[in-house]
């Protein structure tokens, strides 16, 4: 789409597809003080222009001998080099079922002859403005997408580059507590600093492997493990939420031949890990104090099937993005990522997640894992 004309002081470029001199006389003097106006008398002339740099519009008569103007705008349309040019048909004919074919074929517009000479310029004007803003908004989403892929590369390299340093951190404390010149208090601070570094070191990864799963380039390593002693970890990591909350957990798995007090799942022990503490940690935030989260485990399918269900309700505003990228509520420091990673590293390892139809004061995410083969 061409820019504002200013070599010639007009506001585009229209080509004038017309076989009658009359007709083409009257509708480029209405044009002329605004637009440059070209001229084609034949249907194969017009995609000859067409095809050139600089056309912003096309004004295609549909009765002219040889190639009529449906034609012309099909093949215009079946152009990459012309196909976004916005046709705007003229025409004697007054049937609905020939705008029909016209408006099918591509064309933005229908003007009938005879018209007056305002009505072909305020149309032309409009369509032109108009597919000038599809064109400004289509340029700008693309800058958009470059500048959001530039960022996240920016913040991966970023993410890869602490981990450097952070090492170094990391190995201090472990050295320093080998002295015995340290206070019990300030053993004990070195080893809140070790702690706290080596979670921020699992954030790190974490924020790594998420980058890899959004981009299929994360490696998979599955394994058979037992989900139950998996859950029973991630509870005892979260017992202090738990009392603080007085909330109970219970959990119900489905007896299954060949595995007593076991619950097998085919995949990665971490990502499952990392899964169900967000999904629990969610659920103790959402459930009110003294009330109770069930968990069952059942099988379906080939898949182990986990329901985890907590009072409270999903805001209506959000269930449909519930697992959408950054989409949080009610959480003043929140980012929206702990059920978006716990939904990708599911589906990353052929599993589902799902939010079940919603229920008074009851909230249950279902989640599908594979199982391991039978032997």
């Known amino acids: 789409m061409n820019s504002v004309n200013t070599a010639h002081g007009k506001e585009g470029t229209i080509l004038l597809v017309d076989d009658q001199p009359d007709q083409i006389k009257v509708i480029k003097a209405a044009l002329d003080q605004q637009f440059c106006v070209k001229v084609a008398i034949r249907g194969e002339m017009a995609c000859q222009i067409?095809?050139?740099?600089g056309i912003d519009l096309?004004?295609?008569?549909?009765?002219?001998?040889?190639?009529?103007?449906?034609?012309?705008?099909?093949?215009?349309?079946?152009?990459?080099?012309?196909?976004?040019?916005?046709?705007?048909?003229?025409?004697?004919?007054?049937?609905?079922?020939?705008?029909?074919?016209?408006?099918?074929?591509?064309?933005?517009?229908?003007i009938r002859k005879p018209s007056s000479a305002s009505v072909?310029?305020?149309?032309?004007?409009?369509?032109?403005?108009?597919?000038?803003?599809?064109?400004?908004?289509?340029?700008?989403?693309?800058?958009?997408?470059?500048?959001?892929?530039?960022?996240?590369?920016?913040?991966?390299?970023?993410?890869?580059?602490?981990?450097?340093?952070?090492?170094?951190?990391?190995?201090l404390p472990e050295i320093l507590l080998l002295d015995d010149n340290f206070t019990p208090r300030q053993k004990d601070l070195l080893k809140l600093i070790e702690r706290s570094g080596y979670i921020m070191l699992d954030m790190i990864n974490k924020s790594l492997d998420l980058y890899k799963m959004e981009n299929n380039t994360y490696k998979l390593n599955p394994e058979s493990f037992d989900l139950l002693e998996t859950l029973r970890h991630i509870l005892g990591g979260l017992e202090k939420h738990l009392h603080a909350k007085r909330i109970h957990v219970t959990i119900e798995p489905e007896s299954l031949p060949g595995e007593p007090g076991e619950f097998r799942i085919m995949g990665e022990k971490m990502l499952c890990y990392s899964i169900f503490y967000n999904l629990v940690l969610n659920a103790i935030e959402a459930a009110s104090s003294h009330?109770?989260?069930?968990?069952?485990?059942?099988?379906?399918?080939?898949?182990?099937?986990?329901?985890?269900?907590?009072?409270?309700?999903?805001?209506?505003?959000?269930?449909?993005?519930?697992?959408?990228?950054?989409?949080?509520?009610?959480?003043?420091?929140?980012?929206?990522?702990?059920?978006?990673?716990?939904?990708?590293?599911?589906?990353?390892?052929?599993?589902?997640?799902?939010?079940?139809?919603?229920?008074?004061?009851?909230?249950?995410?279902l989640v599908s894992l594979p199982r391991p083969a039978a032997p």
Request: proline letters at 5%.
């Open 58 to 110: 096309i004004l295609l008569d549909v009765l002219m001998p040889g190639m009529d103007g449906y034609e012309v705008c099909r093949r215009l349309k079946g152009n990459p080099a012309t196909a976004d040019i916005p046709v705007i048909f003229l025409t004697c004919k007054d049937s609905q079922d020939d705008e029909t074919v016209g408006l099918q074929l591509g064309a933005v517009d229908f």
């Open 291 to 365: 009330s109770e989260i069930h968990i069952g485990l059942t099988v379906r399918d080939g898949f182990g099937v986990i329901r985890l269900t907590n009072p409270g309700d999903v805001p209506v505003e959000i269930r449909k993005h519930f697992f959408d990228k950054y989409v949080t509520s009610g959480k003043p420091h929140g980012t929206g990522l702990g059920t978006y990673s716990a939904w990708l590293a599911t589906r990353t390892q052929g599993g589902n997640m799902e939010l079940e139809p919603p229920r008074p004061a009851q909230t249950s995410v």
């Open 120 to 171: 072909v310029l305020v149309r032309c004007r409009n369509t032109i403005a108009h597919q000038r803003a599809r064109e400004d908004l289509r340029c700008k989403n693309e800058e958009l997408q470059l500048a959001l892929k530039a960022r996240e590369e920016m913040e991966r390299i970023g993410r890869h580059d602490l981990k450097g340093p952070l090492s170094g951190i990391l190995g």
């Open 50 to 53: 067409a095809a050139g740099e």
